[in-house]
Each structure stands twice: as structure tokens, then as C-alpha cells.
């Protein structure tokens, strides 16, 4: 499972990494709200564990931030806040459970597990990108009704770009350093292979941001 972890308690921060990441989780630390959540606009992760009093912008408040974004991450808050009202506000922003520090680390993989079980994140192993297409991640396949799609190397190099950031922009500059290897080339190549892309699909799941790039939107 890939894991973004804000907490900003440094020793405690590098505990959780370490102890999760030995039970075969990735995790990618941040110790404030900012970098967090540029981060986490940029690519996706299958869990947020978020603590609530941390610099520049607080865990409540990045959570709102991305439910706001229709970014919908399944989120554990832990906190030494024991208020209600700070409980009651991060279950209204829909966070699937809260730990109280201090806690242990085994009860924290715990409620990973659980949430895992709830959600299925281990086996969601395709993306919905349409009606009846989808992205398979391990096999790095686009599939029509289950099937195969034959596609270019770059064609398959865009699809794959778009649905691991699905519900965010994926700007000219992020595919010209992906799929084009950071070659000297115009805006315009871009689109007009995009365009032959979209040409060869049954459906229209690729949304063109006039201007900035791509993106495909969450089912």
C-alpha cells in the first residue's frame, strides 16, 4: 500500500515509517501541511495517515482541502487531541478512523488492515477510466471490456501518465518529461498526439484543459 504520512513529531515520524515500510507498505513522510499536499495533488496514494497540529496548514484542513479537490483518499487521523469536536470534524470531512497518541505501532497497522480489508486497496489493481475501459497497473495494459487494447509505446506511455494521476491535471510539461524524455518540442506535437489517442478510442474519457494539459477524470 502506498502510504503519505504527515506527522511533524520527528522521532515518531521516522517510527512509523520504518516499522510500516517492514511490513511491506511504501510510505512518503512529510513533516508539514504544504508539502503534503502539493505532493499528494500530484500522484496518488492508497492512504493518508494525518496527524491534526502540524505546521502551515493542519490536518483537518488538508483533508477538507482534497475533499474540496474531489480527491477521495481513504484517511486515519492520529492525534493527541481528544476533543469531540476535533473528532467529530475529522469524521464530517470523512476519515475512516482516529487514533489517539500515544498509541502502538502494531495498532496502527491494525487499522490499516482493517481499512484494507473495508476498501479492497490491495486488489484494486485496475482504474475505471470509462464505461468500459480500464488501466491495469500491474500488466500496464489499457483494456476494453477486459481486453487489450493495442496502443503505440507512446500512446500506452500517455494513458499510463493520465490514469496513475486520475482526477488531476496532467500538464504539458509532466508529458514532455515522461513520454518525450524531456525532448525540445512544442505544445503542439503534444496535442496532436493526444488527438490521434483520443481518435483511436470508443470513448471520450480524456479531458483536454485548454492551455495547461490533460486529465482524466475519477469514476
Not at 80 to 102: H, N, Q, S, T
Not at 138 to 162: C, K, S, W
Request: glycine share 4%.
Amino acid at each position: 500500500m502506498k502510504i503519505l504520512l504527515l506527522e511533524d513529531e520527528t522521532m515518531l515520524n521516522d517510527a512509523i515509517v520504518e516499522f510500516l515500510e517492514a511490513h511491506n507498505h511504501e510510505v512518503v513522510p512529510f513533516f508539514e501541511g504544504n508539502a503534503a499536499l502539493e505532493q499528494v495533488e500530484k500522484e496518488p496514494f492508497d492512504l493518508l495517515i494525518l496527524d491534526i497540529n502540524v505546521p502551515n496548514i493542519d490536518g483537518l484542513k488538508f483533508l477538507e482541502t482534497l475533499q474540496n479537490a474531489k480527491i477521495q483518499t481513504p484517511a486515519i487521523f492520529i492525534s493527541a487531541m481528544r476533543g469531540m469536536e476535533e473528532i467529530a470534524r475529522a469524521y464530517e470531512l470523512g476519515c475512516y478512523d482516529y487514533l489517539k497518541k500515544p498509541f502502538h505501532l502494531p495498532e496502527l497497522l491494525l487499522h490499516i488492515k482493517k481499512i484494507d480489508q473495508l476498501l479492497g486497496i490491495r486488489d484494486k489493481q485496475h482504474i475505471r477510466l470509462g464505461a468500459r475501459y480500464s488501466f491495469d497497473k500491474a500488466g500496464e495494459r489499457l483494456l476494453f471490456d477486459n481486453a487489450p487494447v493495442a496502443l503505440t509505446r507512446r500512446q500506452m506511455q500517455i494513458i499510463r501518465l493520465l490514469a496513475i494521476h486520475q482526477g488531476s491535471v496532467v500538464d504539458f510539461e509532466m508529458l514532455r518529461h515522461y513520454v518525450w524524455d524531456d525532448a525540445i518540442i512544442d505544445n503542439a506535437v503534444i496535442r496532436a498526439e493526444v488527438s490521434r489517442l483520443k481518435k483511436s478510442l470508443k470513448e471520450e474519457f480524456i479531458v483536454n484543459i485548454r492551455g495547461v494539459g490533460y486529465c482524466i477524470e475519477r469514476t
